[in-house]
């Protein structure tokens, strides 16, 4: 069974930093790549970060560039997100997603159910 | 940036409806145009990718299509299960982008 299941959310002071993690199965994960993206709660999707199976392409959102670091361990099926310098507007629910590929389309075609993550003091 | 923008914001329906959806991209994408569903409480299911293709074990009732800057999803006779909102998304280039959303109300 294809899935994915995120972990690390929690309740984080402004300025600090939570690592998320995304457990894939069911599928070869280093054939694939990976991408993270919230919901900021009542809000739409917001696309974080992209890396190729290999990690040896990686993209990130302006909005992270700099505080975010998305990383892989193939041998884990283990995707990643570490989170620096946390602001409140980092509140969300934060999903990872695999992204498929078709004649050169790309797609998000598998969710993780998501991991909340609270930053406030 | 390519900007992702959906029309209408929300929508009410009835059961056996047509209801269609738009999106513009601020630019032409092509046709590297991909929607997903969204319930409340749950993650985004992929509906339609590449514009028109229809996700394996999506209803019939759902089709995409447009090419350039404008795109339609269309749910041919709205079901129970459908009421959900809906997103559109660009993968023509990086930043990956997503439309505002249209929720689609009883």
Redesign the interface.
Same mark, same amino acid.
């Given at each position: 069974q294809v899935q994915l299941v995120e972990s690390g959310g929690g309740l984080v002071q402004p300025g600090g930093s939570l690592r998320l993690s995304c457990a894939a199965s069911g599928f070869p994960f280093t054939d694939y790549y990976m991408?993270w993206?919230r919901q900021a709660p009542g809000k739409?999707?917001?696309?974080l970060s992209?890396i190729s199976g290999s990690a040896s392409m990686i993209?990130?959102?302006?909005s992270v560039k700099g505080r975010f670091t998305i990383s892989r361990d193939n041998a884990k099926n283990s995707l990643y997100l570490q989170m620096n310098s946390l602001r409140a507007e980092d509140t969300a629910v934060y999903?990872c997603a695999r992204h498929s590929a078709?004649?050169y389309?790309?797609?998000?075609?598998v969710?993780?159910?998501?991991t909340t993550v609270i930053v406030s003091s | 940036?390519i900007q992702m923008t959906q029309s209408p914001s929300s929508l009410s329906a009835s059961v056996t409806d047509r209801v269609t959806i738009t999106c513009r991209a601020s630019q032409s994408i092509s046709? %590297?145009l991909?929607w %997903?569903q969204?319930k409340p409480g749950?993650?985004?299911?992929?509906l339609i %990718?590449?514009a028109s293709?229809l996700?394996s074990g999506v209803p019939l009732r759902f089709s995409g299509s447009g090419s350039g800057t404008d795109f339609t999803l269309t749910i041919r006779s709205l079901q129970p299960e459908d009421f959900a909102t809906y %997103?559109c998304?660009q993968?023509y280039s =990086?930043?990956?982008? =997503?439309?505002?959303?249209t929720k689609v109300e009883i």
């Open positions: 991408t993206i739409g999707l917001e696309w992209y993209h990130y959102a302006d999903y078709l004649d389309h790309y797609f998000m075609d969710w993780g159910k998501g | 940036d046709n %590297y991909n %997903y969204q749950e993650a985004p299911k992929l %990718y590449a293709s996700q %997103y998304q993968s =990086f930043p990956l982008t =997503f439309g505002g959303g």
